[in-house]
């Protein structure tokens, strides 16, 4: 089984900075498509920020520039959120795509990122 654990998630001020992390763990998988997705109350789930195999990244406009996602040689990836906004007030889900005997997608349970004074 492989599985998500998230974390980096809590409250902070408009302005400020957030790294949240997704450690992926299990055996005999390999990642295609790292990404982030987030859902505010209300509105559907939207992709912020995806990492391929390749290295090919790309981002929500909203948060281009703001934030980055990266990955470790341990199977763990990151987005580092900076210049938050309250706006970007929504619960943020860690998601891949791998195969793992066959193709599948694995997600995480959810960080609840809120920005506010």
């Known amino acids: 089984q492989v599985q998500l654990v998230e974390s980096g998630g809590g409250l902070v001020q408009p302005g400020g900075s957030l790294r949240l992390s997704c450690a992926a763990s299990?055996?005999?998988?390999?990642?295609?498509?790292m990404g982030w997705y987030r859902q505010a109350p209300g509105k559907e789930r939207e992709l912020v920020a995806r990492?391929?195999?390749?290295?090919?990244t790309n981002y929500a406009d909203s948060v281009k520039g703001r934030f980055t996602i990266s990955r470790d040689a341990k199977n763990t990836v990151y987005l580092q959120m900076n210049s938050l906004k309250p706006d970007d007030t929504a619960v943020y889900y860690c998601?891949?795509?791998?195969?793992?005997?066959?193709?599948?997608?694995?997600w995480g349970k959810g960080t609840l990122v809120t920005v506010s004074s």
């Open positions: 990492l391929t195999s390749g290295g090919d």
């Open positions: 998601n891949l795509e791998i195969v793992h005997t066959y193709r599948m997608l694995v």
């Open positions: 299990g055996s005999s998988f390999s990642i295609l498509v």
